[in-house]
């Protein structure tokens, strides 16, 4: 079975740009989770998304923003980029809105630099 | 705000020598505690889930143990590939603010040596 998958794997913009993020959550999965990972800091919780609508996002400004399509698959977007978004972006998938303790599957990530 | 605190924050270990890594949380409701494993640049694997107190887990060398304030990650005669950051993670209250978000501590950096 596949599991979580992302792309790109890495991404290079300059400050004042727009990143678009995608990720394919695991089969029969319908939520899916951001997080960032910045250099030398711990996963931080951006935004979740079920059955197509946002359910909660964590402390980042709304330059930060994404969807949920149809088939589950998500996109991050990022838009007037800034030095300090620079980090690995870590997509998660869990079978449903998080219940007892679902378990959250993570992807390899996309590594976004920006110059 | 639920808390999840990790030590050490790095242990360098020769290979087959046996320890412990320490994760102690403050939750309003124990809900469960997640363990990762994370290379450098690559997303964290999963591990072990355990849904409360006394409960263990074990997978080849790693075995998870839970008591009602900490979890401890015993790795039995590590090697070298065992070398990794390890995260473990509290999920959320259902319906609450934090619903959704997964509560990390900082990791472990596990270094194993030959």
């Known amino acids: 079975e596949a599991g979580v998958t992302q792309s790109p794997t890495h991404l290079i913009k300059t400050r004042g740009q727009q990143a678009t993020l995608r990720c394919s959550p695991i089969?029969?999965?319908?939520?899916v989770y951001w997080y960032q990972q910045a250099l030398g800091l711990g996963l931080q919780f951006l935004l979740w998304y079920d059955e197509g609508e946002e359910r909660n996002r964590g402390n980042f400004p709304p330059r930060f923003s994404g969807r949920q399509f149809p088939n589950y698959s998500s996109e991050l977007n990022v838009n007037a980029l800034e030095l300090e978004d620079s980090a690995l972006y870590l997509c998660?998938?869990?079978?449903?809105?998080?219940?007892?303790?679902?378990?959250?599957?993570f992807g390899p990530g996309t590594r976004l630099t920006v110059l | 705000e639920d808390q999840v605190t990790q030590s050490p924050e790095a242990l360098r270990l020769q290979e087959g020598e046996s320890s412990s890594l320490n994760c102690s949380y403050t939750v309003s409701g124990l809900r469960g505690l997640f363990w990762y494993r994370q290379d450098p640049g690559k997303g964290p694997e999963f591990l072990f889930t355990l849904y409360s107190a006394g409960e263990e887990k074990e997978k080849e060398r790693l075995k998870a143990t839970l008591t009602k304030k900490e979890s401890f990650l015993h790795i039995t005669a590590p090697k070298p590939e065992d070398s990794a950051t390890y995260l473990c993670?509290?999920?959320?209250?259902?319906?609450?603010?934090?619903?959704?978000?997964?509560?990390f501590g900082q990791g472990t950096i596990l270094t194993v040596h030959p």
């Open positions: 089969s029969g999965h319908t939520s």
């Open positions: 993670a509290v999920p959320p209250n259902a319906g609450g603010t934090s619903y959704g978000k997964l509560t």
């Open positions: 998660a998938s869990s079978l449903g809105p998080p219940g007892r303790a679902d378990t959250q599957y």
